[in-house]
């Protein structure tokens, strides 16, 4: 195993190509540095160290995997060029570093029918027009037909074959897009709020997000080599990303690797950074494992950053150790150092986060474990200063920003809803010939919608005829239930899912409504409602006002208790709550709602203060 310039260890893995690092420096220099760890409060900080360790410490499967991959590389270039339809399962964890996950359809009986889920990644959402034509046409020619936008801005392919891996990826490089680092142990794809205001502290988050992507993207080259037979296709990164990329002032590289953050070992597990901006969570701020918000001076220039650390949301039926967890306040730094503060953050989830169990390797277990001081304290040491207190911030809002919205610049853009992020026969058709005929550029939004940018005011109204026509109504009449509501791709493709999500969400909204119906609720009475096949949370459920998490074939947990602005975790409220069952379990519960609600107090609200709580 690599270990980073401070970093202590007695025995240094020397990977297929990894070089080998110094062990620089002493047991005695280890104790000092470790008892520095426990301190309150750091004074004087240099460079951290990691505990010795004198028991060689269980490591995961995929530790090994990763370890002796050569970057990323090994088994999956060769398991790539055999004729079977599927990839070893060394392969399948590698190539999520590429952005791609094996799965095969459930739906079919019989031998399985193996193919690949492609996502992309794109920091804000943000897709040129040309990739988002490419990736339509990718879609139909190599796809199942239909394009899915996530809850990560991201686009994702289902049902490419293995055989055509390398046309589908190498186009989409070509073309100014990415795959590389949308899954695996590293950093996924940045989140910003995606809408194009010509505001200078949305273009500040979303210039951050660029930056944060490219300080943390892969280095060593595995993915030209595999999908583009070594071509470089991509920008240069702005000075002073590479600048925070070299610096090692204080121990968070490993010095000659070809991987300098992430070394042979990558991070312990997935890696998530959102950045926006005061009131707008449209990027569920909270979830991630870190969480930046642009904070402006007086004439409204972004000055610096409140950081959030330690969210998450994945977590396993029947074992209470994991859990959801918001990620808390860490403090404030001044813009010019916040690519030094991230890095010191991931050094600190690399160094310290544990690698013998994956169920327990998210950064949130670790700011559990310690308490938000102590990360601090490392984090501090990693990145040299200390971190200024936490600034006050206003009461978050969740924006959608669907329909019409001007820009700020004279242009226009278009917020469309997409139910569950699904693209497909005339919905799909339809935007493609909107996209292609007015030369649009699109942003991708973390609740699965797109947005349709810079719109000049002639063209509204036929954009609005099309849309139409194709199905894709604007909000107003769409009910609200689904307007907020999402749901996870779950069957038949993920291998993870125990019942329907994607599948099963319309009906049951379509049933809940008619439950409110029941109970005298109003059209415009509404909540955040959030389905997933399993408990990993991909739709992001325990941010919901009313969450449903598979938990057998037609079965579901249910929480309770997300705030309208996703600021609140909700709570399990029952279990194994059989399909068939809803209306017996739900109706009761919006009865209550409608009866005993306060002035304006959402479902949210209510739920937390009068059934989670209640005896
Ligand atoms: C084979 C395994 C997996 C597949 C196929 C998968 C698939 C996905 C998909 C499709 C999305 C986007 C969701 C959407 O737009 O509906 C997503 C996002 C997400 N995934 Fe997974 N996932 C897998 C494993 C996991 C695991 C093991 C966890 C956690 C332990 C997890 C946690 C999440 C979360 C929290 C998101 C929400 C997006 C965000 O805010 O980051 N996933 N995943
Ligand atoms: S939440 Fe579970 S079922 Fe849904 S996509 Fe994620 S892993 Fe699959």
Redesign the pocket.
Known sequence: MEMSAGAASFSVFDGLKATKSPCAITNFECRRQSQLISLPCVKAVSAPLKPPTAVPVKRSKVEIIKEQSNYLRFPLNEELETEAPNINEAAVQLIKFHGS?Q?YNRDERGGKSYSF?LRTKQPSGKVPNKLYLVMDQLADQFGIGTL?L???QTF?LHGVLKHNLKTVLSTIIKNMGSTLGACGDLN?NVLAPPFPFARKDYIFAQETADKIAALLAPQAGSYYDLWVDGEKIMSADPPDVVEALKDNSHGTNFEGSPEPIYGTQFLPRKF?VAVTVPTDNSV?IL?NDIGLVVICDDEGNPKGFDIYVGGG??RTHRMEHTFPKLAEPLGYVPKEDILYVIKAIVATQRDYGRRDDRRMARMKYLVHEWGIDKFRTVVEQYYGKQIEPFQELPPWEFKSYLGWHEQGNGEHFYGVHVE??RLKDTSKKVLREIIEKFNLSIRLT?N?NLILCDVRSSWMQEISRSLRQGGLLHPRWVDSLNITS????ALPL???AVTEAERGAPDILRRIRKMFDKVGLRTSDSLVIRFTGCP?????PYMAELGFVGDGPNSYQIWLGGAPNQSRLAQTFMEKVKLQDFEMILTPLFRAWKLRRMAGEPFGDFAIRVFVFSP
Do not use: I
């Open positions: 996950y799965q889920m899915r996530t809850t990560r994702q996924r998530k569920d979830t949301m994945g569950n992020g973390p699965q999402m749901a996870c791709p993920c291998p993870l990993n949370g991909c739709a992001r």
